[in-house]
């Protein structure tokens, strides 16, 4: 194939000429769009999920404390912009008892994932303290994310995995991919030995096999293993794998960023836009802190767009959403946005 590009304003337009066929114009974005994002965006590891033709926004996110039962937080939008106050997935009597017998001293749950699937949707949540990788994913289901259908109400279907200080790995960050055969998957993981996958099953949105290792997605091979926050989505017959690099949680201290990698296959094994393994500490990164924008991570991908949180430095590190449709050139994602 040869391939020549001409860049007019924002836009890159290829023409490709493939030895089957005549030429082609392929065009790609050069800069991702960023949505202007207003009301209450004091979300911290966003999970989106984009409506489309019309259908409502939802941003589930980590608790706070204090908040119901530290419970997972839902805000919901109309357009993707204008954001509600929140709402707890659960309230104090419906808090997972279960938790406290795995996992002591947890005051919220944090960094949520919702996936749907035939009707249902799952919401996968992790329950840990800082500094330790005695940790839990679980799992809820509701038939509709609508808190006004008759039918709303979230289901505790239990642990998902599960990890003590005897595990080399840590059971937090879950981020779910169904592959092309139609089977889940759930990448996971937060420093120890890095990103850890393990094969999940339809309807339950539980584990396959409780018993199997989990498989082995990225590591960076240097302590302290600064890799987490694991979402995995399908494009053109590559999985990418975004994570997020280094420290979250310290405001304008923070220096998280995200970094992305590609598999054409679903467990690997990823690599860089260089064709670093990321098992080997590759990692193109995507977003690092810019200007007011400080340790931009904890992402998550709905409908071709990126959430993230950051730490804002116009308002003292204060935690913020941000949203980014993604560009996408020569293959890999950007969501860099125009300076210009």
Not at 107 to 131: C, I, K, M, Q
Not at 168 to 177: E, L, M, W
Not at 243 to 253: E, I, K, M
Not at 284 to 296: A, Q, R, W
Request: aromatic letters at 12%; proline letters at 8%; glycine letters at 12%.
């Amino acid at each position: 194939m040869v391939a020549g590009a001409v860049a007019v304003g924002a836009v890159a337009t290829w023409l490709v000429v493939r030895p089957e066929g005549p030429a082609t114009v392929e065009t790609a974005k050069a800069f991702a769009t960023a949505v202007d994002v207003s009301g209450n965006l004091s979300t911290h590891d966003p999970a989106l999920v984009a409506g489309q033709d019309g259908e409502p926004w939802y941003v589930f996110s980590t608790g706070a404390e204090g908040f119901p039962a530290g419970s997972i937080q839902i805000r919901t939008s109309p357009d993707g912009q204008v954001w509600s106050d929140p709402y707890p997935v659960w309230e104090p009597e419906d808090e997972p008892a279960w938790v406290a017998e795995t996992v002591s001293g947890v005051r919220n749950y944090w960094a949520p994932e919702v996936v749907a699937h035939d009707g249902t949707y799952y919401l996968y949540w992790a329950a840990s303290t800082f500094g330790s990788n005695t940790s839990v994913i679980g799992l809820h289901s509701s038939p509709t994310l609508d808190p006004a259908d008759p039918d709303y109400a979230w289901t505790d279907r239990g642990v998902v995995v599960a990890s003590t200080g005897a595990d080399d790995f840590n059971a937090i960050d879950p981020g779910v991919v169904t592959d092309a055969d139609g089977t889940p998957w759930m990448a996971f993981g937060s420093f120890w030995s890095g990103i850890r996958m393990v094969e999940l099953s339809w309807p339950s949105g539980l584990r396959a096999d409780p018993a199997a290792e989990p498989l082995r997605l990225a590591d960076r091979q240097s302590p302290p293993n600064a890799v987490e926050a694991p979402y995995i989505v399908s494009r053109d017959g590559w999985y990418y794998l975004f994570v997020s690099f280094d420290s979250c949680c310290r405001g304008l201290g923070s220096t998280y960023r995200i970094a992305v990698g590609r598999s054409e296959e679903v467990t690997g094994p990823y690599v860089d836009q260089e064709g670093v393994p990321l098992l080997n500490g590759g990692g193109t990164v995507l977003l690092e802190t810019d200007g007011d924008i400080v340790g931009p991570g904890g992402q998550s991908l709905s409908e071709g767009y990126l959430a993230f949180h950051y730490y804002d430095r116009t308002l003292d590190g204060a935690y913020q959403l941000a949203i980014r449709e993604l560009a996408w050139r020569d293959g890999w994602p950007v969501a860099e946005v125009s300076s210009g």
